[in-house]
């Protein structure tokens, strides 16, 4: 098993589509979560932080189950440039830092 | 601007030879990392070092070398010994505040194919 799991899409949505993407994590020591966007042939950029409490940042909200270890990420009104892929990043302390990525979930808006 | 800027973006390789990709940041970031990316796959850390003149291999060092001789510079050298060294490769860098929440700056990426 994969220590983060995503859905690799791709996700294909209309523009104004509120899309919902899941990321489960198997290292129950886990302690900090992110979401992190990738453009194609781009380097990754922190989207955003995800505490237990959730989060919200505009049009994107990001929710933490520590209890069934998973992270959530929801985009609502989609824009055409929300088209990337979405890297669920799991950062843990066990036997020093470490910083895991899923492979992505692609996401596609169209017009 | 303070950033990571790695170079060359796009390198071509005959088998059996080295090849050395460069990444300088000027963020007085204590840590660096590389990662390589393969279609499909998420990152996966090749070697990560957290002060100067000290280093760590990652889960796939085999086939790499690194040397962190300065604080701002962290080269990575694909040996002919990688068996399969096309991928995108990214430099990254941290704080060690920011190594312990995660939260990681990458380079702009630097494409090998081995021809």
């Known amino acids: 098993r994969k220590e983060v799991e995503q859905d690799p899409g791709p996700f294909n949505v209309p523009e104004g589509a509120t899309v919902a993407f899941n990321c489960t994590y198997s290292?129950?020591?886990?302690?900090?979560f992110f979401w992190y966007r990738q453009d194609c042939r781009k380097e990754p950029k922190l989207l955003m932080s995800?505490?237990?409490s959730g989060n919200e940042d505009g049009r994107f909200t990001a929710q933490l189950n520590r209890a069934s270890q998973y992270i959530s990420l929801l985009i609502r009104d989609s824009k055409l440039s929300d088209s990337a892929t979405y890297l669920c990043?799991?950062?843990?302390?066990?036997?020093?830092?470490?910083?895991?990525f899923g492979a992505g979930t692609r996401l596609f808006v169209k017009a | 601007d303070g950033g990571i800027t790695q170079s060359p973006k796009y390198l071509f390789r005959k088998e059996g030879q080295n090849v050395t990709l460069s990444c300088e940041q000027n963020l007085n970031h204590d840590a660096m990392y590389w990662y390589r990316q393969d279609p499909g796959q998420g990152l996966r850390l090749i070697y990560y070092?957290?002060?100067?003149?000290?280093?760590q291999k990652g889960d796939i060092a085999e086939g790499y070398s690194v040397s962190r001789e300065k604080k701002e510079s962290f080269p990575l050298t694909v040996t002919s010994a990688q068996k399969n060294p096309t991928a995108f490769y990214l430099c990254a860098s941290s704080t060690i505040r920011t190594a312990n929440t995660g939260e990681l700056f990458f380079g702009e990426g630097s494409r090998l194919t081995v021809l």
């Open positions: 990043v799991v950062n843990s302390l066990t036997g020093g830092f470490k910083t895991i």
């Open positions: 070092s957290q002060i100067v003149n000290d280093f």
């Open positions: 995800v505490y237990s």
């Open positions: 290292n129950s020591a886990s302690q900090s």
